[in-house]
Every structure is written in structure tokens, then in C-alpha cells.
């Protein structure tokens, strides 16, 4: 096995390409404390959450993170588009509206499409993808009127019965090329890395759509199907493998540490992103 | 939406095509008290578990079998492939010869082939799957000569970190389409129901290559990776569109009740399988 070769395009990953998701510190660190964190220890790139966002005016979001020359990759999120019956929630289009501004007035690289699902109250799943497909149109033609780019994330299969019907790097492009531009896909390797076809469809999306790579870990055993990630090097993903997919697709993006995980959430933050960074540089 | 007329064309299900794998009932019955166990109910089509048959002497077996007009859908298993090292396990060979011999003796339709994975010992999943493939090569050069039908299943993402590196019937097809004749696939409602492009890769598979349908169901929410199946009925996987999906694409097997659940293990196994009886012709 001449793994070696596989990685010898991959550049080493440094500090400044690094960016951490909110989600990661969500339990401890509320907004403020999250950003003023993330900026002790010099990420300039931040996944933020609306709930979040939320604690404090935009505008004041946006100076604390302007004060330490953060930027926002993708803001989450709008969505889920199902409502408790698992038909379409009258709701959600207002909400993307308010979606859209945000992400406009914080600058974010993009905001993230979530559909959620339509099960297990209405147990057709085709059905709940052709409509989480259709109002992915409508959101997008409110995002582009106001120049925001809207990303949509493969979510792991295991939670394809309560939490998204969006569930392969693949179906994704096959949604891209269906609703044409200002759409995006986030690629998270705790979604996708055991996927047969992560290489061809990491390449079939390409530079364009490529707009985001989240990293964790998958832990053997995981005992937990939301909240069990593993930290980089804690478990069996390949990180610096599907890095090298990424970059040789086109990606020239942030590397993102989204964890979320009951373990970490519990501990201090501040030492999680100490070892988060550290554990990045070296696994992925 | 007009379900009604997808299933259309899907008979309802009969007595005389259900099947029950030993799984099921593994843990308060031993062999012959399943073989005598499903007898009762009238259950024609049986799965077996080597270390079950393993029990009697194979011909007693084949005549139990023969006394209750029962016929062997497939046997489990030969392989994993891998040792605890994460390499190729030397004794692979010469048991799946047993294994063959077996199959032979039983007259089983199939004989199931589990590569299992080299993760997490050796975190490559590329070398896992060449491997996989590789050994299954082997073992089909084996299996011909003795006109024994091999198997392949596609196991869920998420125990592709342990368990098997065989994760979607896309994947099945392509290795099917490598290795020519003699190999067939069996679909499990559990392990793909999440899937995209499940129809459009049962319709590939077809006829020839569809060798078995296990059906059980998807709980929400789901608590354990390995043995939290749900009973039909009890989940939110679509039995019935699948099963339609089989059958437009040639399939005239059985259908075989298959629960791997901690949960009905520790049932009356006589309750279990009259209610899976009734469950499975009410929703398959």
C-alpha cells in the first residue's frame, strides 16, 4: 500500500485555513463567549447558528467578529421545511426571508438548507424529498435575488428517519444540476466518508459547488446517532484522504471542526478547541 | 399523491412466500427447536446460521428440514474475510470450503459471503474494499465448482466503521458487474431502505442477480447500531413499495422476516414469530 502517494498532492493544513462551528462549543459558551473563544485562539473562520445569533443584535455580531477579522462561512440554517404532520410548513418561507437578511448582514459565505424530513409522521419518502426539493427552489429564488448563496449538507443515512431526507454526496449533485446556480454543498465526513462513490461525486461537484468541509471523527463503537461524533484521530475516518479529494476537486475553502458530541459538549470549551486545532493540524 | 397506484401491481403478501431467519429467534431457541419452532407456523423458507447447523449433524439437519417440507433460503455466512489485524484472515479459504460443503448438503439457495472490514484496526477503507472484493474472487472460483450460488448484502453506512465494508447496493452491482456469474445479491429493507437510488439499483440488479428480500423495520428513534431493528410496522420503512420494486424488477423469492433486536431476543420466540407472521402480511 503506497498510501503515501494518495497524499503527496495534499498541502499540510495550517492554522489560518482552520474554522470551527458553533455547534461544537453550543452547551458552555454562549454567542459572545463563543466568538471572543474562537479568537483567543485564532480562527478566522466561524459556522455560526441563528439560535445563536440571535442572543445578540446582527450588527453586534458582525463588529466582534470584523474586531478579530473572523468571517462567517455558513450561517445555519433555514429549514426544516416539515412541519409536525410531515406536510410542509406554512412557516417557512418567511423564515427563510429572515434567513436570507442575516446572512446578508453578517456577510456569511453561505446558509445552509436544511429540509429535515417528513418522517415518521408521513412515512413516504419520496415524498419527502420531492418537497424538501421544491421549496430548496423556492428558498433559492429568494437567495439569489439578494446574492446569497444557499448550501445544502448530505446528512448520514442512519438519520434519514426523523432528521433529513438528504442523505448522499450524489443526491445532492443530482439536486444541483436539477435547480441550476447560487447552490452549494457542504461535504461533512461524518455523513459521507464510508460512501463508495465520496471521490467521483467530490469530483463530479467540483470547484463551483463545493462550498464547505466540516471535520470530526466516527467512533467505533458509536453509541449515540446524533450526538456521538469523535474528535480527529478518536476513530476510523480518513481525514487527510478526503481532504486531498476536496483539493484536488477545486476546493480552496476553510476546514472546518464541527463536533457534536455529549463527551465534549460537557467539558471545557476552551480546552476542546486547545485540542480541536491541535488534532486537526495533525489528523486532517 | 397516488400511492395506490405504485402498489398496484404488488400482490399481497402469502404464507407460502414468507421466510424466517434464525436471527430472529437466536438467543431462546437453539436450532432444532427453530426448525421445529417455525414448522409450527408454517414457514416453508428458513435462513440458517452456520454456528446453528453446526449444532446436529448436517444430514439431520437436511432431514428435519425435509420432514416439514422446508426449504434453506441462504446460509450464513462465510468470512469476515478479516483477521483482528485488519489483514486478510489465512483461514478465510478453507472455511468458506466447509462453508461450501455445507451449502451443498443443505441444498441452501445461497451461501451468504461477509467480508466484514479491516476498520478500525486499519483505517484504509479503499484497501478494505479491493480486499473484500478480492477474496471474494476467491471464494466464487470455489463456489462455482460446486454450483453453489453466492451472496452479497449491502450492510448499513453506519456499521461500515466495523462491521462490513459492503454499504450500498450500488456497490454491490458494480462488484457483481466485476466478477461475472455465480453471485447474487440480498436486498435487506434495514440496510438500504434510506437509499436514493434503491429502486434504480434494484431494477439493475434484476432478475439474475436479486437472490433474497429480508424485511424488519427502521425504529424512531433508533438506539442501537447493531441489534435495535424494529418489528414491521413498528418503524417507518415503506415494506411495501420495496417489495413492489422487487418484484417489477423479476424478483420470485421469498420474503424472509429478519429482526436482529435485543428487544424481541428476549420475547417468547413462539410469540414472536406468530406476530411477525401476521405483521409482515399486513404491511409487506
Not at 473563544?37 to 455560526?48: P, R
Not at 428558498?139 to 446528512?155: D, G, Q, T
Request: with cysteine.
Amino acid at each position: 500500500m503506497k498510501i503515501s502517494q494518495k497524499y503527496q498532492l495534499t498541502q499540510p493544513l495550517t492554522l489560518k485555513r482552520l474554522g470551527v462551528n458553533q455547534a461544537t462549543t453550543r452547551t458552555r459558551w454562549n454567542h459572545r463567549e463563543s466568538l471572543l473563544g474562537y479568537a483567543k485562539h485564532d480562527i478566522k473562520h466561524i459556522g455560526l447558528w441563528r439560535d445563536k445569533v440571535l442572543e445578540l443584535e446582527v450588527k453586534d455580531t458582525k463588529t466582534l467578529l470584523n474586531n478579530h477579522g473572523m468571517k462567517v462561512t455558513c450561517l445555519n440554517r433555514i429549514g426544516p421545511v416539515f412541519s409536525s404532520d410531515g406536510e410542509a410548513d406554512a412557516t417557512f418561507l418567511e423564515d427563510a426571508k429572515r434567513g436570507i437578511d442575516e446572512a446578508v448582514a453578517l456577510d456569511a459565505e453561505s446558509l445552509m438548507y436544511f429540509p429535515g424530513t417528513s418522517l415518521p409522521n408521513n412515512k413516504n419518502l419520496d415524498f419527502a424529498r420531492q418537497l424538501a426539493k421544491d421549496y430548496l427552489d423556492k428558498a433559492l429564488e429568494l437567495a439569489r435575488s439578494a446574492n446569497v448563496k444557499i448550501v445544502i449538507e448530505p446528512l448520514h443515512p442512519m438519520i434519514a428517519g426523523d432528521r433529513s431526507c438528504l442523505n448522499t454526496i450524489a443526491q445532492c449533485n443530482d439536486i444541483c444540476d436539477g435547480l441550476g446556480g447560487g447552490l452549494g454543498i457542504v461535504v461533512d465526513v461524518y455523513h459521507v466518508w464510508w460512501d463508495p462513490m465520496l471521490k467521483a461525486e467530490i469530483f463530479r461537484a467540483g470547484a463551483a459547488r463545493l462550498a464547505g468541509f466540516h471535520i470530526n471523527d466516527w467512533l467505533v463503537p458509536t453509541t449515540d446517532l446524533f450526538s456521538g461524533r469523535g474528535m480527529m484521530g478518536d476513530g476510523v475516518i480518513e481525514l487527510r484522504k478526503i481532504r486531498g479529494w476536496m483539493e484536488q476537486a477545486g476546493y480552496r475553502g476553510s476546514v472546518e471542526i464541527e463536533i457534536f458530541s455529549e463527551l465534549w459538549w460537557q467539558k471545557n470549551p476552551d480546552d476542546v478547541i486547545k485540542l480541536a486545532i491541535d488534532r486537526a493540524l495533525q489528523f486532517a
